[in-house]
């Protein structure tokens, strides 16, 4: 990082701390998150090669190469891509950890049949760095994008809106799907279903969107 990085993207924890930060989370939470990602990848058949962006520690990805997807994931943190890469060996599985941007990959034109965007966009405070986020998303992908991202419509999004008023500062941002669906429509891309964690409590919904 340097002067010309972005707030937003300085704000967004790449380092190690962060990166063992989620290797922590609450069993029952990510289940929960899992299960969402199982239920959005049940909406896209003949699915062969996944991508993982951003990979995190490999949470996602290590079960996406459980299922069978040859999967590669890609982080900006050096040590979430070593986690990763650690996650597959014990696993004894197979697959790809790189570090790379998400805003900027070096893939190729749709490289994957799928790619998977789970708890990026919502560190993004602003319209345009979300609306790059979704096109290099979609640049790579040949089929399937599933992207998740935080309602306002939910209890959550509501008492957090509420706290914002009383002075916190917020670290995650909500975006509505009316604003992800406009960015998915310029890079030929269709909703095919949105799914809620689950409905009214929690804010965070997984969109799977398919290339027209
Ligand atoms: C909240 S974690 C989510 C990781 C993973 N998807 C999961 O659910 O476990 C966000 C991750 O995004 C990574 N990240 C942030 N900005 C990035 C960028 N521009 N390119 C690649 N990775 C990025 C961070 O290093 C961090 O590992």
């Not at 995190?56 to 069978?68: D, K, N, S």
């Not at 900027?104 to 609306?131: I, K, Q, S």
């Not at 998303?137 to 935080?150: A, F, P, Q, T």
């Not at 509420?162 to 992800?180: A, C, Y």
């Amino acid at each position: 990082m340097n002067q010309d990085t972005p707030e937003y993207r300085k704000r967004i924890k790449t380092n190690v701390e962060a990166a063992e930060g989620y290797t922590r989370r609450k069993a029952d939470k990510h289940a929960a998150e899992m299960a969402l990602i199982e239920r959005g990848f049940a909406l896209c058949p003949d699915v062969k090669t996944a991508l993982d962006a951003p990979c995190g520690v490999g949470r996602a990805t290590v079960w996406l190469a459980r299922q069978g997807y040859q999967a590669t994931g890609i982080d900006l943190g050096e040590a979430a891509v070593e986690y990763t890469r650690k996650a597959f060996a014990e696993a004894g599985l197979d697959g790809e950890a790189h570090q790379m941007d998400v805003e900027n990959t070096d893939f190729a034109d749709r490289a994957f049949d799928a790619v998977l965007c789970f708890r990026l966009l919502h560190h993004f405070p602003d319209p345009e760095p979300r609306r790059r986020l979704i096109r290099e998303l979609c640049r790579v992908s040949d089929r399937y994008v599933l992207i998740s991202y935080i309602s306002p419509w939910s209890v959550t999004s509501i008492r957090r809106r509420i706290q914002r008023l009383f002075g916190k500062r917020l670290k995650q941002f909500h975006t509505p799907l009316s604003e992800v669906r406009a960015y998915f429509a310029e890079q030929g891309f269709s909703l095919v279903d949105d799914l809620p964690q689950s409905r009214f409590l929690h804010s965070l919904h997984l969109a799977v969107f398919r290339r027209d």
